[in-house]
C-alpha cells in the first residue's frame, strides 16, 4: 500500500492493499460488491488489528452527515462515519441528548457501538444498548435494515463489523440536560472497601482512577446531577483545582469540573472536543468483570500493581450496566469496567497485561474488543453464552468471509 495508514496510537500499521473513501452509499455498495476482503476504519481509536484488512480499508469520513432526529424527539439517525463530537452539540441545540456517552467525543458512533464502548454509571447500559436500528451494506452490496426486536438485532448491534459496512445508526435520545463534575483527591483502600458501593453509586457517572504507585485512589471523579455536599468525600479531598485523568497531561484538556454545571455533552466527556487527548503515546486495555466481585477485582488489580504500575500511565475503574447484546462485554451483566492507560512500547506492555490478566482470571474477564489482550480466542468464546449464534449470524450476512480478516478468523474459530 503506498499510502501508509496507522491507527491511533501508531502501534498499528494497516496491511491494506488499498484505501478507499466513497463519498455516497451507491459508490459504498459499489466498492463492498466488487471487493475482495473489506474492513471498516472508524477514527483508528483501537489498539489491535480488528480493523485490519489484507483487501480494501474503507473510511466513511467523507459520506454525508446525517443527523435526523425523529418528529417525537425520542431517537435520531446518523450517518456511520460520524464522529460523536460531531452529533452532540447539534442535539444539545435541538434539546435533546444521547443517554452517555464515552469519555472521548473524538471517536465514530459506528465504531464505538460495534465493539460495546461504554460511558459510565451503575444504571447506564452501554452505548451499544440505546441503538434502535441499524443500516448495513452486507457482502453482495446490497443494503439491509436491522430493527430491535427482530430475530439476531441482540447479535448483529455489537458484530465488530463482521456483518457488513454500517451506513446509518438510529439512536434513543432523552431530553437534554445539565450535570456537574466533582474531582476528589486520595481515596483511600480502607475507605473504598467500606463503603464501595456508596462511592460507586454517588453520581450520574463515577469513575476512579489510580497509577498503582500505592493503595490509594488517586482521583474519584463524579458527575451528578444535583449538586455535591461540601467537603470531603468518603475522606478523599475536593480537588485544589481543574485535573485531567492522566497524571501529568495539562488538565486544560479535561472537561470543566468543580461543580459548575453544564449541558450533559460538554460534562459527560472526560476530554474537550477541541483538544486532543493525547499526543497517541500511548496503549489502551479494559476488561468488564462482575459489579458483584467489584472489590475483588480491585484488589486482584492491587496484587500486581509491582508489575503494572512501570507501565501505567492511569487505571480508570468505574461500572457498567447489564444488557441483551450477544458480544456486550456487559451481556446479562452488571459489570465493572477496568480500564487501563499503558505507555506506548508494546514489549514492555505484554508481560504487564498477562500478569493482569493471570490476576484477574477467576473473574472470568471480558476484554473490550477494540484494546490490547493475550487472553486466547477459546477463552474469549467462552465467557459469551450466544458465541455460537453470532458465529452463524456472520456467516449467514457473509458467507464467504469478505468482512473476515486475521484477528477475526482467530477469534470465531
Known sequence: MSEQVTNWAGNIVFAAERVRRPSSVAELQELVAGAGRVRVLGSGHSFNRIADTTGDLVSLAGMPRVIEISPDRTQVRVDGGIRYGD???????????????????????AGAIMT?????????QNLAAKVSSIELVRADGERVVLRRGEPGFAGSVVGLGALGVITALTLDLVPAFEIRQYVYDDLTRDSLGANLDAVLSAGYSVSLFTNWRSTTINLAWLKRLDEMPAGPFFGAVPADGKRGPIPGMDPANATDQGGVPGPWHARLPHFKLEFTPSSGAELQSEYMVPRSRALEAIDAVASVRDKIAPVLQVNEIRTVAADDLWLSMNYQQDSLGLHFTWVADTAAVLPAVRALEGALAGLSPRPHWGKVFTMPAATIRSRYDRFADFTELVRHYDPTGKFRNEWLDDLLG
Not at 452529533?87 to 458512533?109: C, D, K, R
Not at 460495546?116 to 447506564?124: V, Y
Open 87 to 109: 452529533l452532540l452539540a447539534e442535539l444539545n441545540a435541538a434539546g435533546v441528548a444521547l443517554h452517555n456517552t464515552a469519555s472521548l467525543p473524538h471517536i465514530s458512533v
Open 116 to 124: 460495546a464502548t461504554h460511558g459510565s454509571g451503575e444504571s447506564h
